[in-house]
T-cell receptor, first 116, second 110 residues
Framework: GAVVSQHPSRVICKSGTSVKIECRSL??????MFWYRQFPKQSLMLMAT?????????EQGVEKDKFLINHASLTLSTLTVTSAHPEDSSFYIC????????????FGDGTRLSIL | QKEVEQDPGPLSVPEGAIVSLNCTYS??????FMWYRQYSRKGPELLMY????GNKEDGRFTAQVDKSSKYISLFIRDSQPSDSATYLC??????????FGAGTRLAVHP
């Protein structure tokens, strides 16, 4: 149980393109999902907390107009990297947690984004 | 001082060895502790989840929490080459966010 699916797994696109990444909880409902960014050989850096039916909460230094988050249902959150540039190239990972109780976060398999 | 400290390694051990991975944390209010395993180019996979002092065992894995020392450990018995990965400790803060350690890279060689 507690499976999180992330799509796509790999994106290569030109500078200036907007890229949408989907995160789905397959077998549980998640009122809260999280978006992380990970650089090579580094730990995960939290970008934002996505709340179903309300605005996302962004961490300090993360541009909310650059990284648009939509959490329209209890099983789906999307991250859109708008007008992506080479410096946005990274590994983006989402996680979700079961709504009730003190449950741990379960992670998707990440999206490797490369902007040319 | 970082909230969670973890030696990044790398740690190299022979197959069959017992592996000990450790983290220390600074805030005594933390109550929920996790260990994740991350293979290259994959997302973290939850291995262990504990919220009290003591030991929790699952197969070859044992998680240990010592709240008095603010120290958490993960032990891997009979390590296998397939255990080669990065191991991340994580602690849940009061805002349901996770605070990760730097991750320890483990290599188990045949």
């Amino acid at each position: 149980g507690a499976v999180v699916s992330q799509h796509p797994s790999r994106v290569i696109c030109k500078s200036g393109t907007s890229v949408k990444i989907e995160c789905r909880s397959l077998d549980f409902q998640a009122t809260t999902m999280f978006w992380y960014r990970q650089f090579p050989k580094q730990s995960l850096m939290l970008m934002a907390t996505s709340n179903e039916g309300s605005k996302a909460t962004y961490e300090q230094g993360v541009e909310k107009d650059k990284f648009l988050i939509n959490h329209a249902s209890l099983t789906l959150s999307t991250l859109t990297v708008t007008s992506a540039h080479p410096e946005d190239s990274s590994f983006y990972i989402c996680s979700a947690r079961v709504s009730q109780g003190n449950q741990p976060q379960h992670f998707g398999d990440g999206t490797r984004l490369s902007i040319l | 001082q970082k909230e969670v400290e973890q030696d990044p390694g790398p740690l190299s051990v022979p197959e069959g060895a017992i592996v000990s991975l450790n983290c220390t944390y600074s805030n005594s209010a933390f109550q929920y502790f996790m260990w994740y395993r991350q293979y290259s180019r994959k997302g973290p996979e939850l291995l262990m989840y504990t919220y009290s002092s003591g030991n929790k065992e699952d197969g070859r894995f044992t998680a240990q929490v010592d709240k008095s020392s603010k120290y958490i450990s993960l032990f891997i018995r009979d390590s296998q080459p397939s255990d080669s990965a990065t191991y991340l400790c994580a602690i849940k803060s009061g805002y349901n966010k996770l605070i990760f350690g730097a991750g320890t890279r483990l290599a188990v060689h045949p």
